[in-house]
């Protein structure tokens, strides 16, 4: 079946979805972005997602062309359309719009909104079984300070390095350092270790995005009795975690089992990574904004 396309105010063909060469997002990565997951005729932490996406305009003064509660119902729109009833993916973009070739987004006069949704695995069945290999990459995080982590913008290009070079390399991901040497994240994912049944993960101030699945898995391990810190750690603290874990919303909880040549622990996926695997696919056939009534449901 075709895919529709929300672009310009309305639903086109995917093969009909268009935006002009001028646009500032194509031109210039001058936008912002939202990555979203269905999960059994719901969309996981809707709201959450839309607040960020909010934050991260305001962050770039880019204004959104519709109130969080207008995009809501797109959202949901998109997905009815395209007859979507469990592990979608959704994507959407605000761009600065159509300008001129100079760098002034005062020029732009009409911000783009995009929604796209599709299938997607970021990785196979099979590695959530038997875990990835990540491997520590020559590409640096952006520093904070120039540009935050909170916000998602369209310029992914230190994202993109990183995950080629992680590829060149052999691995299924990057361990990406900021500038200070501290471990920030994956290519495109937050990251967890478990010693001693604490959970560590990097704070946003090292260059990691506050992602929606990462404060997921706070939530979750902190229920659990497990204690829970974001703080700063090193290469060493990875080498010689009892378990490393990635977080994403595409990625959602996926075990690492070597990093740059060294095993971890056994070199096998760790019991409390399973724990918590297990427990967010529980929570997100619950918590989410229902796209479908119940009676549509039984009916799909």
């Keep these: 079946m075709s895919r529709w396309v929300f672009i310009d105010g309305e639903f086109v063909e995917k093969e009909h979805a268009k935006i002009s060469v001028y646009d500032h997002g194509l031109l210039y990565g001058d936008g912002i972005f939202e990555g979203i997951r269905m999960y059994g005729g719901n969309v996981f932490r809707l709201r959450e997602h839309l607040e960020r996406l909010f934050d991260s305009a305001k962050s770039i003064l880019l204004e959104v062309p519709y109130t969080i509660e207008e995009l809501e119902q797109i959202v949901v729109e998109t997905m009815r359309i395209n007859e979507f009833k469990d592990q979608a993916y959704i994507r959407i973009v605000v761009s600065r719009g159509v300008g001129d070739l100079g760098l002034d987004p005062a020029k732009c006069h009409h911000p783009q909104l995009i929604i796209i949704a599709e299938q997607l695995a970021l990785f196979s069945n099979d590695l959530y079984d038997k875990g990835i290999e990540m491997v520590t990459v020559p590409t640096r995080r952006s520093r904070p ?16 390095l990183l995950k080629v070079e992680a590829t060149k390399a052999g691995a299924d991901e990057a361990l ?15 990251i967890f270790l478990l010693k001693n049944r604490v959970l560590y993960t990097p704070p946003s101030y090292v260059g990691a995005l506050e992602g929606i699945t990462r404060n997921a898995i706070i939530e979750l391990a902190r229920e659990r009795g497990y204690t829970v810190k974001e703080e700063p750690f090193t290469r060493h603290d990875v080498f010689v975690a009892d378990e490393v874990f990635l977080t994403g919303t595409a990625a959602e909880v996926v075990p690492v089992v070597k990093v740059d040549s060294r095993d971890i622990a056994d070199g096998t996926p760790g019991k409390h990574t399973h724990t918590l695997l297990n427990a967010f696919r529980e929570l997100v056939v619950r918590d989410g904004v229902p796209v479908y009534t119940n009676a549509e449901n039984h009916a799909g």
């Design 145 to 160: 300070d120039i540009l935050s982590p909170k916000v998602k913008s369209l310029n992914y290009l230190n994202n993109i």
């Design 176 to 190: 990406t350092l900021n500038t200070e040497g501290y471990v920030a994240e994956g290519s495109g994912q937050n």
